[in-house]
Structures are given as structure tokens and as C-alpha cells.
């Protein structure tokens, strides 16, 4: 039931210089609108150029080089599944000013288990939008519950604020970590 309009961007995180040649792959996903666009700009420091881009993001001790690559609409049909099924990790977006968003943020995460069915496969659910708040439809226990269900880490952020953003990317990086030493272990 996905509409033309709905877009996905991952973005390729190749990890510290120690380990050049395992790269992370953290996909986007989420209806129109949701900020995705906005959260991949941040990421790549590059608001105006989104086809391509390198930069490093500095956080911390994290430091880690990212593309980022924003798929055309025509392309998303066609590579969702590749996307779905390739990435190590997912931020799973919506807006909290459009309910339509939160329960397409639901069907995915139920999209995800199904083609990703690795229990520890790192998903944050992302409420974006979060300084709109007198266009709030969905409450922040709304979506906190939602994740609880989903069984993934949940948290609210504003792209035009820049509000947790990192905080967001951060989490991801930290269970992708984790993930990685306990199989090493
Ligand atoms: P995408 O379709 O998911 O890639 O969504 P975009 O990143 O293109 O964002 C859609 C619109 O919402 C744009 O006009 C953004 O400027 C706006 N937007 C994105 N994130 C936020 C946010 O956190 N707060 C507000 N107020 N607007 C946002």
C-alpha cells in the first residue's frame, strides 16, 4: 500500500578509520513529509547538494564517515526491498503533527520484522516534528507505548531545531556497537 510519494534514504556509515571495510548501512524510512529529507541533511552537513554527499560526523568520540543518498521517488519502488532487506539499521519516522504518518510508521516496522527477522536488527522509531506542538496529533506516550510494542527504542526530535537529532543517530550507532561486540565476543 505504498503511495509514489513515499521516499526512503539510507545512509552509509563506514565506520571508524580502524575498520574502513565494515560499513553500516542506517535507512530511513517513512511516509512523505516526515522530515527524512531534513534528518539526511543534517547528517550530511549539506543541506542543498542530497544526491551524494561525504561528511564526518563529529559527536563525542564518535566519529564516523557517512554518504548519504537520497532516492528519487521512481527509484524507491524499485529498490525498497533491496533497502528494506540490506539495512544493518533503521530509523523509522513520522511526523507527530500527522497521525496517517504514525500508523505508517506502524505497517513498516511490521514490514520490517517480517524481512528483517534478526531480533537484534537496531530500529529507533522517531518522532519528528516535536516543536510543532500546537499541530500535535500523536502524544509522546502514544509513541513511546508504539515502541514498547514494536519492541524498538523511541525517540521524539525536531529536524528544523535540530533537537536530538544526534541523540537519534547516536542510538543507532551505540546498538550497531553493541550488536557488533557481542558477536564478536
Ligand atoms: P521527507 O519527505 O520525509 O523527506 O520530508 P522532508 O525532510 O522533505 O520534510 C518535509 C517538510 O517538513 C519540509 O518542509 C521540512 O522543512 C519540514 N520539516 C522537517 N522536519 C521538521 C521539523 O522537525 N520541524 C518542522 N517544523 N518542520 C520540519
Redesign the pocket.
Known amino acids: 500500500s505504498w503511495s509514489s510519494s513515499d521516499?526512503v534514504i539510507s545512509i552509509e556509515s563506514a565506520g571508524e578509520p580502524a575498520e574502513p571495510e565494515s560499513p553500516y548501512r542506517v535507512v530511513l524510512l517513512?511516509a512523505?513529509?516526515?522530515?527524512?529529507?531534513?534528518f539526511a541533511s543534517i547528517f550530511a552537513g549539506a543541506a542543498d547538494s542530497m544526491d551524494s554527499d561525504d561528511c564526518e560526523l563529529c559527536g563525542g568520540e564518535e566519529k564516523i564517515k557517512t554518504t548519504v543518498v537520497n532516492l528519487n521517488i521512481k527509484s524507491f519502488l524499485r529498490r525498497f526491498w533491496q533497502h528494506m532487506q540490506t539495512g544493518d539499521a533503521y530509523l523509522l519516522?513520522y511526523s507527530i503533527t500527522d497521525r496517517t504518518s504514525f500508523l505508517r510508521a506502524s505497517e513498516l516496522r511490521i514490514t520490517l520484522r517480517r524481512f528483517c527477522p534478526a531480533q537484534n536488527t537496531p530500529i529507533i522509531l522517531v518522532g519528528?516534528?516535536c516543536?510543532?506542538v500546537r499541530r500535535r496529533e500523536v502524544s509522546a506516550t502514544e509513541g513511546r507505548a508504539c515502541a514498547a510494542v514494536f519492541d524498538c527504542k523511541f525517540i521524539e526530535?525536531?529536524?528544523?531545531?535540530q533537537h536530538n537529532i544526534w541523540e537519534a543517530f547516536h542510538g543507532i550507532v551505540r546498538q550497531l556497537r553493541l550488536r557488533r561486540d557481542s558477536r564478536e565476543a
Open positions: 521516499s517513512g512523505s513529509g516526515v522530515g527524512k529529507t531534513a519516522l519528528n516534528k516543536d510543532l526530535t525536531s529536524a528544523a531545531m
